[in-house]
C-alpha cells in the first residue's frame, strides 16, 4: 500500500520555538509538496520540490523554509512560530517531471499544529 | 485568482439522493482530480482524469475538456458519503496542482 507519512499528527508548540515537519514517501516520487489547510480558505502551497535539492516557493512561503535532502524526504520547518501559523499541514507527493504529466496526488494524514 | 471554481460550496441531501458536484477551470490542464476528505481524515483522491468518464462503485467522474469542466457524481448517497470533496487540476505546464475550496456534503439518514 502506497504511503505518504507525516511525522506528527498533533504538535502543541510556543511562540518563537522552531518546528520540523518531516514528511516520507515511498512510491519514488518526484514531486512533494507543503500544504497547508485552514477553514474557508482551502489548501494552500507552502513550498513544492521537483526533484532532491530543489525548492520552489508557493502561495505563502513567508515564514517557512523547507529541506529535500533524499527523494523521500520532504521537510517543512518554522524557523520561530507564530501563533498565526496554527494550522493543519498537509505533505503530498505525485510522479512526474518537467514535460512529463504529473501523476495522481497522494496525501500524508496531516499535522496539526498549534502555537500558543 | 481561482484557477478552480466549485458548486456547490456547500450541500445536504437525503440518504439514496443523486448528487451532483461541478468543477469549473481556467487554465490548460493535464489532468484532473477529485479528492475526497472525511471529517478529521486525511485527503484521497478518488479520480484522475483527463477526459471522458470514470466510475467507481457508485461514484463517477466526467470530464468535457472543451469546456473546461467537470462533475462528480454519487448515486444512492449514503451518510458515509458525507465528506469535503475536493476538485483539483495539474495544469499543461509546472508541477503544481490548483484546487477549488472543496464542497462539503452532508447526506441525511
Known amino acids: 500500500d502506497v504511503k505518504v507519512t507525516q511525522s506528527s499528527r498533533y504538535l502543541v508548540k510556543r511562540t518563537g520555538e522552531k518546528v520540523f515537519l518531516e514528511c516520507v514517501q515511498d512510491?519514488?516520487?518526484?514531486?512533494m509538496f507543503w500544504y497547508r489547510q485552514d477553514p474557508g480558505l482551502g489548501l494552500r502551497l507552502i513550498y513544492f520540490?521537483?526533484?532532491?535539492?530543489?525548492?520552489e516557493k508557493g502561495d505563502i512561503p513567508e515564514g517557512y523554509s523547507v529541506s529535500r535532502e533524499k527523494k523521500e524526504r520532504f521537510s517543512l520547518i518554522l524557523e520561530s512560530a507564530s501563533t498565526n501559523q496554527t494550522s493543519m499541514y498537509l505533505c503530498?507527493?505525485?510522479?512526474?517531471?518537467?514535460?512529463?504529466?504529473?501523476?495522481?496526488?497522494?496525501f500524508g494524514e496531516g499535522s496539526r499544529l498549534t502555537v500558543l | 485568482k481561482n484557477e478552480v471554481e466549485q458548486s456547490p460550496q456547500n450541500l445536504t441531501a437525503q440518504e439514496g439522493e443523486f448528487i451532483t458536484i461541478n468543477c469549473s477551470y481556467s487554465?490548460?490542464?493535464?489532468?484532473l482530480h477529485w479528492l475526497q476528505q472525511h471529517p478529521g481524515g486525511g485527503i484521497v483522491s478518488l479520480f484522475m482524469l483527463s477526459s471522458g468518464k470514470k466510475k467507481h462503485g457508485r461514484l463517477i467522474a466526467t470530464i468535457n475538456i472543451q469546456e473546461k469542466h467537470s462533475s462528480l457524481h454519487i448515486t444512492a448517497s449514503h451518510p458515509r458519503d458525507s465528506a469535503v470533496y475536493i476538485c483539483a487540476v495539474s495544469p499543461n505546464t509546472g508541477n503544481q496542482f490548483y484546487f477549488g475550496t472543496g464542497t462539503s456534503l452532508t447526506v441525511i439518514p
Open positions: 520540490s521537483y526533484d532532491v535539492k530543489m525548492k
Open positions: 487554465v490548460g490542464i493535464s489532468a
Open positions: 512510491m519514488d516520487h518526484e514531486n
Open positions: 503530498a507527493s505525485s510522479s512526474g517531471t518537467s514535460g512529463r504529466r504529473s501523476g495522481e496526488l497522494f
